[in-house]
């Protein structure tokens, strides 16, 4: 679930990963809050606020790729086309490149996890309510944490594996069996899960090595293994095969 606090705990794990960063950052003025909360016509959904607070007028050289996440760029959003989103729907990026899916801050059964989807189509959010989009991560802490990740270290790891389940067919809802089974393997081998991993999405994380699995509703269960060398890879690789039974995809 979506704390505030998280937001403080996201920017100190980013400050491991790259050093500074937390000096690096700089958040919104009061100004732009309010007006953002006026063209919702709503208050701003406390995680998010805290979010923009402290990197809503620079996020300190922290990449998410054409998605634009800064206060200027939600006003000019929602002041633009966009109006004014329906109830449980909070613009959280604005897409600067194609396929133009902008990023929601979305309630859905108790929860509100950031999800991906198409506004642009129509001249107003009316169409929302019933859209499911493709949820991207569950918290913003995720969605921070899992940047800086890709960024300081991933992108790094010269070799990957991919992994798919055999059994190929989109869940209603995710396996937490399955990715029960894969924590308890990550810790056989030594890695650590970190403190930001969801139902749906867990990070572990070892000297060199990353295991990323993800299962979200109607969508196949996932495992991407990144490593420094190819002997690492081949450490997991036999576990999570014979104990996932899962397909391998094509290795990097």
């Given amino acids: 679930m979506n704390a505030p606090d998280d937001i403080d705990r996201a920017i100190a794990y980013c400050d491991t ?13 009061a100004q732009q809050l309010d007006a953002l909360a006026e063209l919702q016509g709503r208050p701003l959904d406390l995680p998010h606020r805290r979010f923009l607070e402290t990197m809503g007028g620079s996020t300190g050289g922290l990449d998410f790729k ?3 996440t800064s206060a200027q760029g939600l006003l000019t959003g929602l002041g633009a ?4 989103p329906v109830a449980g729907f909070e613009l959280f990026a604005v897409a600067e490149d194609e396929p133009y899916r902008d990023l929601y801050l979305v309630a859905r059964d108790q929860e ?3 999800e991906s989807m198409n506004s642009r189509i129509g ?3 009316a169409s929302l309510a019933g859209d499911s989009g ?7 802490a995720e969605f921070v944490c899992h940047a800086m990740l890709r960024q300081a270290v991933t992108d790094h790891l010269p070799h990957r594996q991919g992994y798919l389940l055999q059994r190929q067919h989109a869940a209603s809802a995710p396996e937490p069996t399955v990715l029960d089974a894969l924590d308890r ?4 081998l030594g890695l650590a899960q970190l403190w930001f991993s969801s139902p749906t999405t867990r990070f572990h994380v070892a000297d060199g090595t990353v295991i990323i699995a993800r299962q979200t509703a109607r969508q196949p269960f996932t495992v991407t293994v990144m490593a420094k060398d190819r002997e690492a890879i081949a450490d997991t690789d036999e576990a999570l095969v014979r104990a996932l039974d899962l397909k391998r995809l094509r290795s990097r």
């Fill in 185 to 188: 393997i990550a810790a056989k």
């Fill in 17 to 29: 990963l790259a050093p500074g960063f937390s000096a690096r950052i700089r958040g919104a003025s």
């Fill in 112 to 114: 509100r996890a950031l």
């Fill in 134 to 140: 493709s949820r991207v991560a569950a918290t913003i």
């Fill in 66 to 68: 054409q998605l634009d």
């Fill in 81 to 84: 086309t966009y109006g004014t």
């Fill in 123 to 125: 001249t107003t959010h």
